[in-house]
């Protein structure tokens, strides 16, 4: 099935670039570029994108499109593509309903690998914003510590391959079950820890992980 992907950039050279390159892989369709917020919000009311690329630092900013988008588009993927590594711009576009998160540097195939991962309904943050986000975390709240000792060991299993950055796909292939299987535990995880998405699951599992050595 093809993905149609909307590119907001306000850098034409880099947007051109990013369209050049996914039109070239198999399964993509370009549909629509733009180079602001309003650019964002018109694309997303007028042509639904499957998955739409949004930078950060762009006239009137990326970050404060993102809710506005999701507002007229709910079901709007929308994976940030940006050169900011900043804890707080990756916390705010994920609490204001992004669904990825990737820096500039990366492949143009490791983009496709990551915007078909989002169009499947799953979230992507780059490995080594992930670990920052765990690093400079605060703790999580104590009721749920305890939450960790509700999950199966099949779920724990999981959950702790999932914080190591893998994708639902490679954690399947590792575990030798279907990635459908692993999208339910995810599911049952992230319900059962009162967590919106997998990096919020991953903190708490690091916080519980460290408690007994703080104390």
């Not at 947007?15 to 050049?20: D, K, L």
């Not at 370009?30 to 639904?48: M, Q």
């Not at 309904?121 to 009721?143: I, M, R």
């Amino acid at each position: 099935m093809t993905i149609r992907v909307a590119v907001i950039d306000d850098h034409p050279l880099f947007r051109e670039g990013v369209t050049r390159s996914l039109s070239e892989i198999d399964g993509f369709e370009i549909i629509a570029e733009g180079g602001s917020r309003d650019d964002a919000l018109r694309i997303a009311e007028n042509l639904s994108p499957d998955v739409m690329l949004l930078d950060i630092s762009m006239p009137g900013s990326g970050l404060e499109a993102v809710p506005l988008i999701l507002q007229i588009a709910p079901s709007q993927k929308i994976v940030m593509l940006t050169v900011s590594e900043a804890g707080d711009d990756v916390k705010a576009a994920l609490q204001g309903g992004a669904k990825g998160y990737v820096l500039k540097g990366i492949g143009s195939r490791a983009l496709a690998d990551v915007i078909r991962t989002v169009a499947s309904g799953e979230s992507y943050v780059a490995p080594t914003l992930s670990a920052k986000l765990l690093s400079n975390s605060a703790p999580a709240p104590v009721s749920k510590f305890d939450l960790i000792h509700d999950l199966t060991t099949r779920e724990r299993e999981v959950l702790n391959l999932v914080a190591s950055g893998m994708s639902n796909k490679q954690v399947a292939r590792k575990l030798s079950l279907h990635e459908k299987t692993i999208k339910h535990h995810m599911t049952q995880i992230m319900a059962k820890l009162g967590v919106a998405n997998r990096t919020e699951a991953a903190m708490v599992l690091r916080d519980a992980l460290d408690r007994p050595l703080s104390q």
